[in-house]
């Protein structure tokens, strides 16, 4: 089982550009968690899916972060345009169920200048 | 919302030492789950907890499932310097599958 697979490991960008962060889920899972990881507020949700369609985004900061999912093997999260603030590594989660344990992948650990 | 007050922040342990963190909440969870976080790399799920009074071991790793279903508590027993690492609780509500996560305790060496 190769886990969640999260693309790129790393970004760093300017601030006003596009950034797309990668994810897929472990084949056979069902759901998937966007989270946001910092040392002032940790680990919070920020969208999450069942069967490819957005239950909640509700933890969605802002209208510059959009998050899709085409498919079962793929997600993105995209952030347009970028600010410094947005600095943080990016989780992307994947369980069986809604009601099973989240399978976390490595991140992306975004810097905006 | 939800909260999750997990203490301590920090420890130093010592090998051979015994470990104990915890955590309570506001309000009440259906599933407690135990994570670790080693450095650059995401949460690892350690135990799951899924019935109040439950007690679950996992190798050196054993938690409880409070009576109240207000708390949990994870303890490691005889630590090992790969124990180091940040250790999150997460709590999961009736509402359905919003975790709920703690701050984090993160365990370091002793110098």
């Known amino acids: 089982d190769a886990g969640v697979i999260q693309s790129p490991r790393h970004e760093v960008t300017e601030m006003g550009q596009e950034v797309t962060l990668r994810c897929k889920p472990i084949s056979g899972h069902n759901s998937l968690f966007w989270y946001r990881q910092t040392m002032m507020r940790g680990l919070e949700l920020l969208i999450y899916f069942n069967n490819n369609v957005p239950i909640d985004d509700s933890g969605m900061p802002e209208d510059r972060f959009s998050a899709k999912m085409p498919n079962a093997s793929f997600s993105t999260l995209k952030i347009q345009p970028s600010e410094p603030r947005d600095s943080a590594v990016y989780f992307c989660a994947s369980s069986q169920s809604l009601n099973s344990p989240l399978h976390f992948g490595n991140g992306t650990r975004l810097t905006v200048t | 919302g939800q909260q999750l007050n997990q203490s301590p922040q920090s420890m130093f342990i010592q090998e051979g030492e015994d470990v104990s963190m915890n955590c309570t909440s506001s309000?009440?969870?259906?599933?407690w789950l135990w994570y670790k976080q080693d450095p650059g790399e995401g949460p690892v799920l350690l135990i799951a907890l899924y019935k109040a009074g439950e007690l679950t071991s996992n190798g050196r790793l054993t938690a409880q499932f409070g009576i109240t279903r207000k708390d949990s508590f994870l303890n490691i027993s005889a630590s090992i310097p790969s124990d180091v690492g940040i250790y999150f609780c997460?709590?999961?509500?009736?509402?359905?599958?919003?975790?709920?996560f703690g701050g984090g305790t993160r365990v370091l060496v002793k110098p």
């Open positions: 997460a709590g999961q509500g009736a509402a359905g599958n919003k975790l709920t």
């Open positions: 309000s009440i969870f259906n599933t």
